[in-house]
Nanobody, 115 residues
Framework: QVQLVESGGGLVQPGGSLRLSCGASVSISSLPVTGWYRQAPGKQREFVARITSDGMINYADSVRGRFTISRDNAKNTVNLRMNSLKTEDTAVYYC?????????WGQGTQVTVPS
């Protein structure tokens, strides 16, 4: 069983930045894949970014060049730095971890970029 807790969401003006953090109940270094997803109102949950235990990183086209995912093993967190935020980035952001053939999700954190 893995518990994930996101933090760092909030209200930010277009062009601004936010840093999301995801803490885990197990060692981050033991998680083969961790990532961020988001779900906007009325839309399906979509992939944002992921990072593997050996450092491979993937981004959705919509965020590449603006968002940066990273792992902090010392703080046991997976972070998402979001720059140049747009109104279309408004969503609930979820942390996801793959561990021992199962996927685990956090409860989500709201990011709002008003028009």
């Amino acid at each position: 069983q893995v518990q994930l807790v996101e933090s760092g969401g909030g209200l930010v003006q277009p062009g601004g930045s936010l840093r999301l953090s995801c803490g885990a109940s197990v060692s981050i270094s033991s998680l083969p894949v961790t990532g961020w997803y988001r779900q906007a109102p009325g839309k399906q949950r979509e992939f944002v970014a992921r990072i593997t235990s050996d450092g491979m990183i993937n981004y959705a086209d919509s965020v590449r060049g603006r968002f940066t995912i990273s792992r902090d093993n010392a703080k046991n967190t997976v972070n998402l730095r979001m720059n140049s935020l747009k109104t279309e980035d408004t969503a609930v952001y979820y942390c996801k971890a793959h561990y021992s053939v199962l996927d685990y999700w956090g409860q989500g954190t709201q990011v709002t970029v008003p028009s």
